[in-house]
């Protein structure tokens, strides 16, 4: 969308919905401050993620195509005659309100897929550079895996098994990066309550879309990475433990055209979401599962590893967030504290 595009929504809103007036000059700034004429959508995203309300006016705009240029697929079908019926009820029902804003707020299509060339190659080196000390074994992994998902769209679900502390939560971030697509993460232990993948049906108080869906949702997207951290914790000591795996299984399936949501009560297309997890240990999760993910073991950090994460990472953030004048390292104390 271009800045111009995006104005024209933005001062029609504030006309309409004077309350947003400050979260619209907020955005308008923003976006301002970028020297493309081009929206940064990763940027607009995070903003709206935060602000639901202007986010919802901004997608139910008129003039707002949820259609991206480029190479993108479709994430649900048409609407079927029993929901539009339900979505015209409820300006007239309670009960439907809720569901009915939701199912609008579902994106129609995933964004667009990155092109793969020389360039695309670089950055993803410079990300990873960036933020991670050595592993080149794993960046070629995740360049693997974005290769194939720009080429068909769709990619194997990758697993990274280590000790804690091994940097794996920080790998599997970088991954929404190299595919510049947004990301949600997910805490495996909490990700088994409530909702879980699925949703809940909208018959109770609290009912909504599962963490799939949700995902769509806050990112306006219908192809977010979705990591879901320590997910061998998912299982261990919650009831839920076995429904979470079997919703697992069904997720991750390669021809998971028809993800059902159980509050949505129609299916999405989840099969060109990126997903990646880390684990302590695999051993906890089921061998069905296992098949449907490649495992990839994260070693622990050598000594010459933490010298230079030390010295490229911990004592610049550390510096900068204190009065780097009032602090002085010499090279042999940093590395007796590193020792």
Known sequence: MTKKKLYHILEQIAIEKPKLAKEIEELALMVEAAGNEQVDDTDVHAFLEKHPSLSACIRNHPDFSQRPAGRVFPVHKPYSQEIRQRIRLAERNEHYHNWANTVKAVPEYTLPLPDVNAEFIRKARDIWKQNICGNE?????????????????????????GDPGAGK???????????????SFISGPSASLGRGLSGAPNLYVGAGVGAVVQSMINHMAGNPVICIDEVEKAYGGYSKGPVFQDELLAVLDENN????????????????????FTANEKDIL???LLDRMEVIKVDNPTLEMLHDIARTFTLPKVMKAYDDNLVEFREHELDMLVD
């Open 169 to 183: 939560t920080l790998m599997a971030m970088n991954y929404g990066k190299i595919l510049n697509l947004p990301a």
């Open 286 to 288: 089921s061998p069905p």
């Open 137 to 161: 074994t794993l960046l070629h992994v995740i360049l693997r895996h974005s290769i194939e998902y720009s080429k068909t769209g769709k990619t194997m679900p990758i697993l990274l098994v």
């Open 257 to 276: 055209v028809a993800w059902y949501d159980n509050f949505l009560e129609f299916e999405v297309d989840a099969s060109h979401i990126p997903f990646i």
